[in-house]
């Protein structure tokens, strides 16, 4: 390629939302030029990797976490429902992309499998009970089925029964149309199907600088990594599409909503096992509570997974810490991202953070022994020997106004010519709605033209599905015919 070459489009990064973004951009504007620089050597293979994530696609079904209980005992699902809402949108595309060729087979990428909540002990059946019974006239959570009876438990999670004690109550909020997704496969067929239709993918480039010249235009700097060469793309619109260090490229661009934000980087570390026995016992995702003090991020959860044809379980997470903001990155990442602007707000998270710092501190002690006792509370059978520990992905969790959140925050500039994605829950779940965002916030004076298209993808797009119950049932059936699931 020549020294600098012009793009109309230049997104940094190839996880799952960059790839999302790309192939809807390719759709709404065939002829524009696309680039996608990557500084690995294949799409998805960060955070958006089939074992740096747990593969969930979160839609509110299991996750206690979204469910919080209120001082009073009643049961707050709006986060839940809301996080539902962000998964029909995603699952609308999946099945568009399905049905337009743009992904041929859905069985590359996803899964039907139950998602089920969990807790044993009289308090936590009672509250279960209640989660429950405030979301079972919700249209979209109907179907889940509250089980308390022992022997049902064991026909549905035989390996999560064997050897637990029958007098200590336990319950399930099961709900039987959660989905397995292997992101990274799924942002490889998307980048895939953008590269096949005019979009230049640079793999094994590296993005260093980000500046915006007096015309408007951004010129980004970018190192080949195979061969050391340095080249410099010029771009009208640029998404920072680059997981944990899109929060650094950002601070680099020089735009004033990046300023004050820093980023923490929390990793993971999952159990796993592909012994047949174990996984033919488990046929499902299920979710516990996180334990007092922990992120909601930490939520323990013992996962069937389908990865490329094979079954496996997979068990966690359990925090890891390290200072890179990718799991690919440099010890020097957290330093070089703290600023003038955000220092204060970094030094006042870390001061209120005084119980998260402590959780991980505990959880950077844990052993393979330790974790395996953890895991008991799910398998109380499990020995050490059939699960070996994985590295999960980095996530860099947003700080700001001296708060740690765990939520994603888009950031753009004013001009809507830059736009970035901090943070990473719900995450690749809701890659689709949060692209969509961005092009919102960014394009505003091209959605009129877009809707038609944009409609096709997202037939509920603008709608609260809630609130239409009929148009929820079709884009559902519609789904699950065309996604197989
Ligand atoms: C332990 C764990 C469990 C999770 N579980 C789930 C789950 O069950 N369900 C769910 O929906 N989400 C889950 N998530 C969140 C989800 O994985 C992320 O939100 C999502 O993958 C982020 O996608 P992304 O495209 O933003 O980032 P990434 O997938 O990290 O992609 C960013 C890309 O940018 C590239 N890059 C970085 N810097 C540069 C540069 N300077 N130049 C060029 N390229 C660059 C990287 O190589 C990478 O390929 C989990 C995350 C973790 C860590």
Redesign the pocket.
Known sequence: MPATAATDIAL????????TLGAILRRLEPDASITV????EA???????AW???????AGLCELFYTPQRPDGSIDVAKAVRVNEQFQVTRQFWAYAVQHGMIERPRDFVHPIPHVSFVHGAHGVDYLRRRHDALADHPLFAGAEFITDFAEFAARLPLMAAGRDPAVPVALDWAPHGTD?D??AL?QHLIGYGERNGTTVLFG????TISQAPDGRWELN?GDRRTGQSTRITAKFVFV??????LP?LQRSGIGQAKGFGGFP???V?LRSGSPQLTAGHRAKVYGAPAPGAPS?TAPHL?ARTVDGAHWLLF??FAGWSPRF?K?GRRSDLARSVRPGNVTSLLRAGFGERELVGYLIGQLRRTHATRTQELREFVPGALEQDWSAVR????VQVIRGGRLEFD?TIIHADDGSIAG?L?????????VPAMLDVLRRCFPGRMGDWTPTLREMVPSLGTRLADEPALFEQVWRWGSRVLEL
């Open positions: 940094i990064g190839a996880g799952i939302m960059s790839a620089i990557e500084r690995s799409a998805g293979t960060e955070s958006s990797g740096n994530n747990a593969g969930t696609g979160h997704v992101f990274g942002a480039h590296q993005v260093h970018i599409g680059a997981g944990g260090a899109t490229l929390i990793g993971g999952f991020t996962d966690g997470p990718l690919d999960a992905g980095q996530r994603t994605l943070g990473a829950s719900p995450g690749a779940s809701t890659a």
